[in-house]
Protein backbone atom coordinates (compact mmCIF):
# COMPACT_ATOMS: atom_id res chain seq x y z
CA UNK A 1 0.00 0.00 0.00
CA UNK A 2 1.07 3.29 -1.08
CA UNK A 3 2.00 5.77 1.93
CA UNK A 4 -0.12 8.69 1.69
CA UNK A 5 0.93 12.51 1.12
CA UNK A 6 1.73 13.57 4.38
CA UNK A 7 1.59 17.34 5.49
CA UNK A 8 3.22 18.43 9.03
CA UNK A 9 1.42 21.76 10.30
CA UNK A 10 3.35 23.12 12.74
CA UNK A 11 1.52 25.98 15.25
CA UNK A 12 1.91 27.86 18.61
CA UNK A 13 -1.82 29.02 18.59
CA UNK A 14 -1.32 32.12 16.92
CA UNK A 15 -3.58 33.87 14.30
CA UNK A 16 -0.71 33.25 11.68
CA UNK A 17 -0.14 29.30 12.56
CA UNK A 18 -3.82 28.85 12.45
CA UNK A 19 -4.29 30.70 9.27
CA UNK A 20 -1.50 28.28 7.52
CA UNK A 21 -3.27 25.49 9.51
CA UNK A 22 -6.71 26.62 7.29
CA UNK A 23 -4.15 26.47 4.27
CA UNK A 24 -2.59 22.52 5.02
CA UNK A 25 -6.05 21.51 5.87
CA UNK A 26 -7.18 22.48 2.45
CA UNK A 27 -4.62 21.67 0.69
CA UNK A 28 -5.00 17.84 2.55
CA UNK A 29 -8.27 18.16 1.18
CA UNK A 30 -6.84 17.86 -2.40
CA UNK A 31 -4.56 15.92 -1.83
CA UNK A 32 -6.48 13.04 0.14
CA UNK A 33 -3.72 13.47 2.80
CA UNK A 34 -2.59 12.50 6.06
CA UNK A 35 -2.49 16.23 8.10
CA UNK A 36 -0.33 15.99 11.20
CA UNK A 37 -1.07 18.89 13.55
CA UNK A 38 2.38 19.67 15.27
CA UNK A 39 3.42 21.45 18.59
CA UNK A 40 6.30 22.15 19.79
CA UNK A 41 6.63 22.91 23.82
CA UNK A 42 9.32 24.96 24.95
CA UNK A 43 9.72 25.02 28.36
CA UNK A 44 11.60 28.19 28.83
CA UNK A 45 8.54 30.12 27.30
CA UNK A 46 6.04 28.20 29.26
CA UNK A 47 8.34 28.75 32.58
CA UNK A 48 8.24 32.73 31.90
CA UNK A 49 4.36 32.33 31.98
CA UNK A 50 3.82 29.77 35.07
CA UNK A 51 7.24 29.85 37.16
CA UNK A 52 5.48 27.85 40.05
CA UNK A 53 4.93 25.14 37.55
CA UNK A 54 8.29 23.58 37.73
CA UNK A 55 7.42 20.66 36.01
CA UNK A 56 5.24 22.44 33.42
CA UNK A 57 2.42 19.95 33.73
CA UNK A 58 -0.38 22.26 34.10
CA UNK A 59 1.32 23.68 30.73
CA UNK A 60 1.37 20.65 29.24
CA UNK A 61 -2.45 19.98 29.89
CA UNK A 62 -3.43 22.93 28.93
CA UNK A 63 -1.82 22.48 25.84
CA UNK A 64 -3.41 19.15 25.11
CA UNK A 65 -6.55 20.58 25.65
CA UNK A 66 -6.09 23.21 22.99
CA UNK A 67 -4.65 20.84 20.40
CA UNK A 68 -7.57 18.29 21.18
CA UNK A 69 -10.30 20.92 20.38
CA UNK A 70 -8.15 22.16 17.64
CA UNK A 71 -8.05 18.86 16.19
CA UNK A 72 -11.69 18.33 17.27
CA UNK A 73 -12.08 21.79 14.76
CA UNK A 74 -10.29 20.58 11.81
CA UNK A 75 -11.81 16.88 11.70
CA UNK A 76 -15.51 18.70 11.46
CA UNK A 77 -13.93 21.10 8.93
CA UNK A 78 -12.73 17.79 6.77
CA UNK A 79 -16.25 16.05 6.93
CA UNK A 80 -16.29 13.28 5.15
CA UNK A 81 -13.34 13.81 2.94
CA UNK A 82 -10.50 11.29 2.49
CA UNK A 83 -8.07 12.44 5.06
CA UNK A 84 -6.43 11.49 7.58
CA UNK A 85 -6.35 13.51 11.02
CA UNK A 86 -3.13 13.19 13.90
CA UNK A 87 -1.75 15.63 16.20
CA UNK A 88 1.52 15.06 18.19
CA UNK A 89 3.54 17.63 20.50
CA UNK A 90 6.88 17.38 21.40
CA UNK A 91 9.23 19.52 23.74
CA UNK A 92 12.61 21.38 22.93
CA UNK A 93 13.80 24.23 20.35
CA UNK A 94 10.97 24.82 17.78
CA UNK A 95 13.22 25.04 14.23
CA UNK A 96 15.39 21.74 15.56
CA UNK A 97 12.27 19.82 16.54
CA UNK A 98 10.03 20.79 13.32
CA UNK A 99 12.51 20.18 11.14
CA UNK A 100 13.79 16.78 13.05
CA UNK A 101 9.60 15.71 13.13
CA UNK A 102 9.43 16.20 9.66
CA UNK A 103 11.86 14.11 8.59
CA UNK A 104 11.00 11.15 11.37
CA UNK A 105 6.93 11.29 10.76
CA UNK A 106 7.86 10.81 6.88
CA UNK A 107 6.65 14.09 5.72
CA UNK A 108 6.16 15.57 2.38
CA UNK A 109 5.40 18.97 2.94
CA UNK A 110 5.43 21.60 5.76
CA UNK A 111 3.35 24.07 6.17
CA UNK A 112 3.93 27.08 8.16
CA UNK A 113 2.91 30.54 8.92
CA UNK A 114 5.23 33.81 8.62
CA UNK A 115 4.04 37.10 9.91
CA UNK A 116 5.21 38.83 6.31
CA UNK A 117 8.20 40.78 5.55
CA UNK A 118 8.26 41.78 9.22
CA UNK A 119 9.44 38.01 9.71
CA UNK A 120 12.08 38.20 7.52
CA UNK A 121 13.05 42.13 7.67
CA UNK A 122 15.67 41.45 10.63
CA UNK A 123 17.60 38.72 9.11
CA UNK A 124 17.13 37.04 5.93
CA UNK A 125 17.98 33.54 7.06
CA UNK A 126 17.27 33.84 11.24
CA UNK A 127 13.21 33.61 11.31
CA UNK A 128 11.89 30.45 12.21
CA UNK A 129 10.38 30.49 8.95
CA UNK A 130 13.74 31.13 6.95
CA UNK A 131 15.63 28.78 9.24
CA UNK A 132 13.18 26.06 8.47
CA UNK A 133 12.69 27.14 4.40
CA UNK A 134 16.69 27.14 4.61
CA UNK A 135 17.35 23.64 6.77
CA UNK A 136 14.43 21.52 5.65
CA UNK A 137 15.11 18.67 3.54
CA UNK A 138 11.47 18.19 2.60
CA UNK A 139 9.56 20.70 0.68
CA UNK A 140 8.07 24.06 2.20
CA UNK A 141 5.28 26.13 2.00
CA UNK A 142 4.96 29.50 3.90
CA UNK A 143 2.05 31.36 4.25
CA UNK A 144 1.98 34.68 5.19
CA UNK A 145 -0.60 35.83 8.13
CA UNK A 146 -2.86 37.95 5.95
CA UNK A 147 -3.45 35.34 3.05
CA UNK A 148 -6.85 33.35 3.17
CA UNK A 149 -7.03 30.55 0.96
CA UNK A 150 -8.72 30.38 -2.35
CA UNK A 151 -8.05 27.97 -5.36
CA UNK A 152 -5.31 28.19 -7.19
CA UNK A 153 -5.86 29.75 -11.08
CA UNK A 154 -1.98 30.75 -11.72
CA UNK A 155 0.80 29.22 -10.29
CA UNK A 156 4.37 30.99 -10.76
CA UNK A 157 7.64 28.86 -10.83
CA UNK A 158 10.69 31.53 -10.86
CA UNK A 159 13.80 29.08 -12.83
CA UNK A 160 16.99 29.89 -13.21
CA UNK A 161 17.71 27.30 -15.98
CA UNK A 162 18.63 24.30 -13.68
CA UNK A 163 18.79 20.71 -14.73
CA UNK A 164 16.00 19.50 -11.66
CA UNK A 165 13.11 22.22 -13.43
CA UNK A 166 12.86 19.18 -15.72
CA UNK A 167 11.59 17.30 -12.23
CA UNK A 168 10.31 20.27 -10.59
CA UNK A 169 7.93 21.14 -13.19
CA UNK A 170 6.58 17.94 -13.30
CA UNK A 171 5.70 18.05 -9.00
CA UNK A 172 4.04 21.37 -10.26
CA UNK A 173 2.05 20.24 -12.84
CA UNK A 174 0.73 17.04 -10.11
CA UNK A 175 -0.28 19.89 -7.91
CA UNK A 176 -1.94 22.54 -10.75
CA UNK A 177 -4.08 19.83 -12.01
CA UNK A 178 -5.44 19.35 -8.54
CA UNK A 179 -7.34 22.98 -9.50
CA UNK A 180 -6.78 23.05 -13.11
CA UNK A 181 -4.48 26.03 -12.28
CA UNK A 182 -2.58 27.72 -15.25
CA UNK A 183 1.72 27.48 -14.73
CA UNK A 184 4.17 30.67 -15.67
CA UNK A 185 7.48 29.12 -15.50
CA UNK A 186 9.82 32.60 -15.36
CA UNK A 187 12.95 33.56 -15.53
CA UNK A 188 13.60 36.99 -14.97
CA UNK A 189 16.43 38.71 -16.11
CA UNK A 190 18.39 42.23 -15.63
CA UNK A 191 19.72 41.96 -19.77
CA UNK A 192 17.69 42.68 -23.03
CA UNK A 193 20.19 40.53 -25.23
CA UNK A 194 20.55 37.73 -27.74
CA UNK A 195 22.05 34.89 -25.64
CA UNK A 196 19.14 35.40 -22.93
CA UNK A 197 16.60 34.66 -25.44
CA UNK A 198 17.86 31.69 -26.87
CA UNK A 199 18.91 29.97 -23.64
CA UNK A 200 15.05 30.60 -22.97
CA UNK A 201 14.26 28.94 -26.06
CA UNK A 202 16.61 26.20 -25.03
CA UNK A 203 14.89 25.73 -22.00
CA UNK A 204 11.65 25.66 -23.05
CA UNK A 205 12.62 22.89 -25.87
CA UNK A 206 14.22 20.49 -22.60
CA UNK A 207 11.37 21.37 -20.39
CA UNK A 208 8.51 20.35 -22.79
CA UNK A 209 9.11 16.74 -22.99
CA UNK A 210 8.78 16.82 -19.37
CA UNK A 211 5.26 18.77 -19.17
CA UNK A 212 2.49 16.67 -19.70
CA UNK A 213 0.09 19.49 -18.77
CA UNK A 214 -1.18 21.87 -21.44
CA UNK A 215 -2.08 24.83 -19.01
CA UNK A 216 1.69 25.94 -19.06
CA UNK A 217 3.25 29.17 -20.15
CA UNK A 218 6.79 29.91 -20.80
CA UNK A 219 7.92 33.51 -19.85
CA UNK A 220 11.14 35.86 -19.94
CA UNK A 221 11.34 39.11 -18.28
CA UNK A 222 13.63 41.47 -18.14
CA UNK A 223 14.07 43.89 -15.87
CA UNK A 224 16.45 47.10 -14.75
CA UNK A 225 15.98 46.57 -11.10
CA UNK A 226 16.66 44.21 -9.13
CA UNK A 227 15.36 40.36 -9.88
CA UNK A 228 13.64 40.23 -7.00
CA UNK A 229 11.64 43.55 -7.87
CA UNK A 230 10.76 42.27 -11.54
CA UNK A 231 9.72 38.61 -10.08
CA UNK A 232 7.43 41.27 -7.37
CA UNK A 233 5.91 43.06 -10.38
CA UNK A 234 5.53 39.78 -12.83
CA UNK A 235 3.68 37.74 -9.87
CA UNK A 236 1.44 41.13 -9.25
CA UNK A 237 0.55 41.58 -12.93
CA UNK A 238 -0.29 38.00 -13.69
CA UNK A 239 -2.52 37.81 -10.77
CA UNK A 240 -0.41 34.76 -9.63
CA UNK A 241 -1.67 33.16 -6.47
CA UNK A 242 1.32 31.19 -5.37
CA UNK A 243 5.38 31.64 -5.81
CA UNK A 244 7.22 28.34 -6.28
CA UNK A 245 10.87 28.19 -6.68
CA UNK A 246 13.22 25.34 -6.39
CA UNK A 247 15.71 25.34 -3.40
CA UNK A 248 19.22 24.53 -5.28
CA UNK A 249 22.22 24.85 -2.45
CA UNK A 250 21.32 29.08 -1.51
CA UNK A 251 21.24 30.67 -5.01
CA UNK A 252 17.42 31.40 -4.56
CA UNK A 253 18.21 33.10 -1.27
CA UNK A 254 21.45 34.73 -2.67
CA UNK A 255 19.70 36.33 -5.85
CA UNK A 256 16.26 36.90 -4.53
CA UNK A 257 15.71 37.16 -0.36
CA UNK A 258 18.96 38.80 0.04
CA UNK A 259 19.08 41.47 3.18
CA UNK A 260 19.36 44.67 0.99
CA UNK A 261 16.40 43.64 -1.22
CA UNK A 262 14.26 41.93 1.50
CA UNK A 263 12.82 45.04 2.86
CA UNK A 264 11.08 45.58 -0.71
CA UNK A 265 9.37 41.98 -1.10
CA UNK A 266 6.16 43.46 -0.78
CA UNK A 267 5.14 39.68 -2.59
CA UNK A 268 5.99 37.58 0.59
CA UNK A 269 3.07 39.32 2.30
CA UNK A 270 0.16 38.66 0.34
CA UNK A 271 1.17 35.91 -1.57
CA UNK A 272 2.56 31.88 -0.23
CA UNK A 273 5.82 30.53 -1.26
CA UNK A 274 6.72 26.93 -1.64
CA UNK A 275 10.19 25.92 -1.82
CA UNK A 276 10.66 22.21 -3.58
CA UNK A 277 13.51 20.54 -1.35
CA UNK A 278 13.37 16.93 -3.13
CA UNK A 279 11.37 15.01 -6.01
Known amino acids: MNKPFTIICPLDFSECSLNALEYATRLAISYKAKLILFHV ?3 EDYLKLAPLDAEGLHQKE ?16 VGDKEVSLDWT ?22 VIGTEGMNDLRKNI ?4 ASLIVEKSEIDVMVIPRKVYFKPFKKLVYSTDYYEEDKLAIQKI ?18 RQKLIDKTLHQVMI ?5 FVRYTKVNYVL ?3 RDDLALGLESYLQTSKGDMLITLSK ?30 F
Do not use: C
Request: charged share 35%.
Open 221 to 223: KSF
Open 249 to 278: KKSFFEKIFTQSISKKMAYFINKPLWVIKR
Open 173 to 190: AEFARLYDAEIDIVHVTQ
Open 125 to 128: VGSR
Open 62 to 77: FLEEKMTRLFETVKRE
Open 205 to 209: DELKP
Open 89 to 110: MVEGKIVDQILESSQSLNADLV
Open 41 to 43: INK
